[in-house]
């Protein structure tokens, strides 16, 4: 498995870009790189998905360099609702019952 | 809404009492899931089911027992639990048994605490 690691912790200001980076130094050939949203006392949402390059939705952008050993999502002119846990997944398609959320990252917006 | 329900979404519990959570998708998925999650803790997967069928059971105590009658509906059955035991108890479900390219949706959890 894909370990990740990313920041605990991250402070922003509304309207801001907010850059969050998760490493996944042992990433497998088939390995997928998805990102969840997890608001209080509610289940995780997915945000975005990709494999290499750039991929790009109404949400956010994520950046895969070519060595893919890590991933920066990218969330656009952050709001207060954006205040959430972030957590970046590796996984693969060929893998059962083993996606691992780990701590995430806690991203406070503030005004 | 992602059309995953759970019910309840709180529950409280003695030790010794018997309850049972539910778990209703309404996306025909053929893959269901149940997490935990504990204060300051990352989500726990517990049981996977695809196809109605178990896959997964990530060492979890025999105090919590899984049902899935079929593949709209799981249940996670609770009985002796712990006070340890408390904690948001997540459902999710995806198109296919859990993998990596496959967006998994989750409900709004039950809010568990255990006497």
């Known amino acids: 498995l894909a370990k990740t690691t990313q920041p605990i912790s991250m402070d922003s200001y509304e309207g801001q870009e907010v850059n969050i980076t998760c490493s996944h130094n042992n990433i497998a050939t088939n390995d997928y790189i998805t990102w969840y949203q997890q608001f209080p006392s509610q289940g995780p949402r997915f945000i975005i998905q990709?494999?290499?390059t750039k991929v790009t939705n109404e949400v956010a952008s994520l950046f895969i360099p070519a060595d893919r050993k890590s991933s920066t999502l990218s969330l656009p002119r952050v709001s207060l609702s954006d205040t959430a846990v972030y957590y970046c997944l590796v996984g693969t398609s060929s893998n059962t019952g083993k996606l691992i959320f780990g701590q995430g990252t806690t991203l406070q917006v503030k005004p | 809404e992602t059309g995953v329900t759970q019910t309840p979404r709180h529950l409280v519990m003695g030790m010794t009492n018997k309850k049972s959570l539910k778990c209703e998708q309404h996306l025909g998925h053929n893959a269901m899931y149940w997490y935990k999650q504990s204060a300051k803790k990352p989500l726990e997967l517990m049981f996977v089911y695809s196809l109605e069928e178990r896959v997964e059971n990530n060492s979890v105590p025999s105090r919590f027992s899984p049902e899935c009658p079929n593949s709209s509906h799981l249940f996670l059955h609770l009985h002796t639990l712990q006070p340890e035991d408390s904690a948001l108890y997540l459902c999710a479900s995806s198109q296919e048994e859990l993998a990596g390219n496959n967006e998994q949706f989750f409900g709004p959890g039950t809010r568990l605490t255990v006497l």
């Open positions: 990709g494999y290499k």
